[in-house]
């Protein structure tokens, strides 16, 4: 799943953010996210935080989109042409656009098979501005975010034994062919988890600290996921990657 944020300013400039490679520098001052961020994010339907937790000179801001005038949803290749007509529409008019696109939506692109989905392919909201939080800069009376220990979960595969072995012996075939020298093999995982969105999130965070993390919590009963696994409670989209 990949995570986009766009902006077209005043100036005519496209403002796009995805998800960046690990930074390697390091900001003399770094004030964590406040704790109330993240409690809005959660509550709120129809909003996005882009929470930035690796201390760096270049990506030091989080995102914090609330009360989407619209969200935008695909849940099929076909649809996904209508939905890119409608975002561009959006940053035409100036707003910002905050969203995700699964994996799946892949298949649209690259003229592959279209693979059945519970969820939608692609879910984004229109805002008229983010609030955002200057790691390097601002500060705040808030106490940080908790830190929670490793995550009580145990990940079990949803793929038969015998679809996996058949799968990797395709692979094993195309590279053998030459048709290509890396694919990445990639299947769901579930896992039973009691706690609540919140300390998922906060776990993710502390074991995986990227760039931008996010909450999506456009849609209601939304699932959470990372990406490496989707949980089977039913909660807002709390990722980390």
């Keep these: 799943m990949g995570f986009f944020v766009s902006h077209t300013p005043t100036h005519g400039t496209r403002d796009t953010i995805a998800m960046p490679s690990v930074p390697a520098d390091q900001p003399r001052k770094w004030t964590p996210l406040p704790a109330s961020w993240r409690r809005a994010a959660l509550d709120q339907t129809g909003t996005v935080l882009l929470e930035s937790s690796l201390p760096s000179e270049t990506q030091h801001h989080s995102y914090l989109f609330l009360a989407a005038d619209r969200v935008l949803t695909a849940h099929s290749p076909q649809e996904l042409p209508s939905l890119f007509e409608a975002i ?25 098979p279209t693979r059945v989905t519970r969820t939608p392919l692609a879910t984004f909201g229109i805002y008229t501005a983010p609030r955002i939080f200057d790691h390097t800069s601002d500060s705040t ?16 595969l949803r793929i038969r034994r015998e679809d996996y072995t058949a799968a990797i012996a395709r692979i094993q075939r195309w590279i053998a062919a030459g048709d290509t020298y890396q694919l990445n093999f990639t299947t769901h995982a579930l896992s039973p988890y009691a706690d609540d969105a919140a300390t998922l999130y906060a776990a993710l965070q502390t074991q995986q600290p990227c760039s931008y993390g996010a909450i999506l919590n456009l849609l209601p009963q939304s699932k959470p996921s990372s990406a490496s696994h989707r949980n089977s409670s039913s909660a807002p989209h709390p990722t980390a990657r």
Excluded: C, K, N, T
Aim: no cysteine.
């Design 88 to 112: 561009e529409q959006a940053l035409a008019e100036g707003h910002w656009v905050a969203g995700s696109l699964d994996y799946e939506a892949g298949s649209h692109f690259l003229d592959l």
């Design 141 to 156: 009376d808030e106490p940080e975010p908790p830190r929670p220990g490793p995550l009580p979960i145990a990940p079990m």
